[in-house]
């Protein structure tokens, strides 16, 4: 089976996050480590936001990125503390919200959040 690129990481703990949610949903899945040769690399034209790459079997890409999505949404409504969504206006929510797809999972879902608990104040 052919592995491809599911997730391009800047770090090695989102990498190793990753790998876990991936586990634990049955995904058979390994970190390869774009950090060494660092020269090389960025002649290549490779960033730093390419230092981690998640790789998967191919034929699992769809069920490891609603993994990824329904462990981002629960770790957004999960949240504590603070985020700068907390001071964005109730429009700027709305817009986040409103363009959903142009947000990541977890930004979409936090932005609903806070914008429930502004609108309920």
Same mark, same amino acid.
């Given at each position: 089976?052919?592995? /491809? /690129?599911? &997730?391009?990481?800047? $770090?090695? @703990? ?7 949610? &991936?586990? =634990? ?6 970190? =390869?480590? !774009? ?10 034209? &490779? #960033?730093? @936001? $390419? ?15 609603? &993994? ?8 957004? !409504? =999960?949240?504590? +503390?603070? *985020? $700068?969504?907390? *001071?964005? #206006?109730?429009? $700027? ?5 409103? !363009?959903?797809?142009?947000? +990541? ?17």
């Amino acid at each position: 089976m052919q592995e /491809i /690129i599911f &997730l391009k990481c800047f $770090d090695r @703990q989102s990498a190793n996050d990753t790998l876990e949610i &991936l586990s =634990q949903g049955g995904i058979k899945a390994r970190i =390869q480590n !774009n950090t060494e040769n660092t020269f090389e690399k960025v002649y290549f034209g &490779l #960033s730093p @936001q $390419d230092a981690y790459w998640v790789l998967i079997p191919e034929d699992t890409m769809e069920k490891a990125q609603i &993994l990824l999505d329904e462990a981002m949404e629960k770790a957004a !409504n =999960q949240w504590e +503390g603070d *985020h $700068d969504f907390y *001071h964005y #206006s109730i429009r $700027d929510l709305t817009d986040i919200v409103r !363009n959903g797809k142009e947000w +990541g999972i977890f930004e979409y879902t936090l932005a609903k959040r806070i914008l429930e608990e502004k609108l309920m104040k």
